[in-house]
């Protein structure tokens, strides 16, 4: 008996309704999107809770701001509001 190397070819499939992405079809990735993606695995209970922490620590930050730049004001001796925002 003779041995013969054949070579095999794996037949791929075409498919003709397949096309690459066009990069101007492609949806935008905006903080929206994200948000609806991780909100739609939680509970509107859950998503309101997150929601109301979130508002809570973010008022917080701008009270700290703004109690550190008094602060800071009160110890470079200014005594004017508007001095401060710096429209003098």
């Not at 008996?1 to 990069?23: G, H, I, L, N």
């Not at 509970?43 to 550190?68: D, M, Q, T, Y």
């Not at 004017?80 to 710096?86: I, M």
Request: proline share 6%.
């Amino acid at each position: 008996m003779s041995s013969t190397a054949s070579t095999t070819s794996t037949a791929r499939p075409v498919y003709k309704d397949f096309q690459q992405p066009d990069s101007n079809r492609r949806i935008p990735v905006t903080p929206a999107v994200l948000r609806s993606i991780f909100a739609s695995s939680r509970s509107p209970h859950e998503e309101r809770s997150i929601s109301r922490i979130a508002f809570f620590r973010f008022v917080g930050f701008l009270i700290s701001c703004i109690g550190i730049s008094f602060a800071a004001a009160r110890n470079r001796g200014v005594r004017n509001t508007a001095t401060l925002l710096g429209v003098v």
